[in-house]
């Protein structure tokens, strides 16, 4: 049997919220519930019995490596977390500073003859389902491999905010967040939260860094950065660099129209790098004039390559990229290519069907490469 894939979607309230089940197990299966009640309302939104799931045993086990490795039975672990669960059914809903709800999250659970529990959730939490709603929308296959709870509300806690790639968050607000003691040393918290990060980005498909921010001597804040590591590397800039053209760079970077005509006939793959690179130069404060940094880069393009160094140097480039690095190393591949391939690589192409997708992927990946060792290697 395939492992079943668990799409969950719930509004950002539904995900900011307190859930207090610090249990990973307990919590695990109130996602997978949720996950269910999700499909029930997408399919039929009218369903007045969306909010009662059904939850197979084998499907768990599938599901969760921690589940079928476990050395006791998994019955008795999910009656220890259903135990958990109703211990701490109160889920409290935080609209702003000083409003905020709580209401029984779920009325009932049962489990029938060692092969599934019955999850009864609360009518309330219907609205907190609304596709219509700001919501996050992730699967729980991808966090299967995490072992806690805080490694899983810290996925929770950057998903949410993957397209944008950042997310700053005070201390306080943290530690409620992931379900810890207030009064837990920052210096302790950090050092658990780099342990949680490491294995956020070895078991799931995104990759995480953060940084602290301090107010006077004290850390008040954390910066966290992310970007997903399972979708193709186009898919994330394309929209946005279709609507820029080559000649409105030009023209932000100082140029004047009559200086951009000539320019324009430079070969667009040449063009784009170049660009590129003068708007580095120009976001780290280059003091000279645009105009020189450009021709500098422009005069330097063309200088003979050394040779090829081996594929391990290459993905040990890669692999040592920061998020901002990845991103623009993208971005600057992306601006050389054709009109044609930024199409034929693009989200909808790729989507037509398994062999379409893996050949352009393969394909893609052969070219980033290559220009990799070419650009950055050499």
């Given at each position: 049997?395939?492992?079943?894939k668990?799409?969950?979607?719930?509004?950002?309230l539904?995900i900011?919220?307190d859930?207090?089940i610090?249990n990973?197990?307990?919590?695990?299966?109130?996602l997978v519930?949720?996950?269910s009640?999700?499909?029930?309302?997408?399919?039929?939104p009218e369903?007045e019995?969306?909010?009662?799931?059904?939850i197979?045993t084998?499907h768990?086990?599938?599901?969760?490596?921690?589940?079928?490795k476990?050395?006791?039975?998994?019955?008795?672990?999910i009656?220890?977390?259903?135990?958990d669960?109703?211990?701490?059914?109160t889920l409290?809903?935080?609209?702003?500073?000083?409003n905020w709800?709580k209401?029984a999250?779920i009325d009932?659970m049962?489990?029938r003859?060692?092969d599934?529990?019955?999850?009864?959730?609360?009518?309330?939490?219907?609205?907190?389902?609304n596709t219509n709603?700001k919501?996050?929308?992730y699967l729980?296959?991808?966090t299967?491999?995490?072992?806690?709870?805080q490694q899983?509300r810290?996925?929770?806690?950057?998903?949410?905010?993957?397209?944008v790639?950042?997310r700053?968050i005070?201390?306080p607000t943290?530690?409620?967040?992931?379900g810890?003691q207030?009064?837990k040393p920052?210096?302790?918290?950090?050092r658990?939260?780099?342990?949680c990060?490491k294995?956020i980005n070895q078991?799931?498909?995104i990759?995480v860094?953060?940084?602290t921010?301090?107010?006077?001597?004290?850390?008040?804040d954390?910066?966290?950065k992310?970007?997903r590591n399972?979708?193709?590397?186009l898919?994330?800039i394309n929209?946005q660099?279709?609507?820029v053209s080559l000649?409105?760079?030009?023209?932000?970077l100082g140029?004047t129209a009559e200086k951009i005509?000539?320019l324009?006939?430079?070969?667009k793959e040449i063009?784009?790098?170049?660009?590129i690179?003068t708007?580095?130069a120009k976001?780290?404060?280059f003091?000279?004039?645009?105009?020189?940094?450009?021709f500098?880069h422009?005069?330097h393009?063309n200088k003979?390559?050394?040779q090829i160094e081996?594929y391990?140097l290459?993905q040990?480039?890669k692999?040592?990229?920061s998020?901002?690095?990845k991103k623009l190393?993208?971005e600057e591949?992306?601006n050389?290519?054709t009109?044609?391939?930024?199409?034929?690589?693009s989200?909808?192409n790729r989507?037509k069907?398994?062999?379409?997708k893996?050949?352009?992927?393969?394909?893609?990946?052969?070219?980033?490469?290559?220009w990799?060792?070419?650009t950055?290697?050499?």
């Amino acid at each position: 049997m395939t492992t079943k894939k668990y799409e969950i979607q719930r509004s950002n309230l539904l995900i900011e919220a307190d859930y207090n089940i610090p249990n990973v197990y307990a919590y695990r299966l109130a996602l997978v519930g949720m996950s269910s009640v999700c499909t029930n309302l997408l399919n039929n939104p009218e369903d007045e019995k969306a909010l009662t799931v059904k939850i197979k045993t084998e499907h768990l086990k599938k599901l969760f490596p921690s589940f079928k490795k476990a050395r006791s039975s998994i019955h008795p672990r999910i009656d220890k977390a259903t135990d958990d669960i109703g211990k701490n059914n109160t889920l409290k809903i935080q609209k702003d500073d000083g409003n905020w709800k709580k209401i029984a999250f779920i009325d009932e659970m049962e489990y029938r003859n060692f092969d599934e529990l019955i999850i009864h959730f609360n009518k309330k939490t219907r609205q907190y389902f609304n596709t219509n709603s700001k919501f996050t929308r992730y699967l729980i296959n991808d966090t299967a491999r995490l072992q806690s709870y805080q490694q899983i509300r810290i996925y929770e806690l950057c998903i949410q905010y993957i397209k944008v790639g950042a997310r700053k968050i005070d201390i306080p607000t943290f530690k409620k967040f992931i379900g810890i003691q207030k009064n837990k040393p920052t210096s302790v918290l950090i050092r658990d939260l780099k342990a949680c990060i490491k294995q956020i980005n070895q078991k799931t498909n995104i990759k995480v860094e953060f940084e602290t921010i301090k107010t006077g001597r004290k850390i008040t804040d954390i910066k966290f950065k992310m970007c997903r590591n399972d979708t193709h590397p186009l898919d994330e800039i394309n929209q946005q660099h279709q609507s820029v053209s080559l000649k409105t760079q030009l023209k932000q970077l100082g140029f004047t129209a009559e200086k951009i005509e000539p320019l324009l006939k430079i070969p667009k793959e040449i063009l784009s790098v170049v660009v590129i690179e003068t708007q580095k130069a120009k976001g780290k404060g280059f003091k000279k004039s645009m105009e020189a940094c450009f021709f500098w880069h422009l005069k330097h393009l063309n200088k003979d390559k050394k040779q090829i160094e081996p594929y391990k140097l290459l993905q040990l480039f890669k692999g040592n990229l920061s998020i901002k690095e990845k991103k623009l190393l993208w971005e600057e591949f992306y601006n050389q290519l054709t009109d044609e391939e930024k199409e034929a690589y693009s989200h909808e192409n790729r989507d037509k069907n398994k062999t379409v997708k893996a050949a352009l992927d393969q394909d893609f990946n052969n070219k980033f490469n290559r220009w990799i060792f070419e650009t950055k290697l050499s």
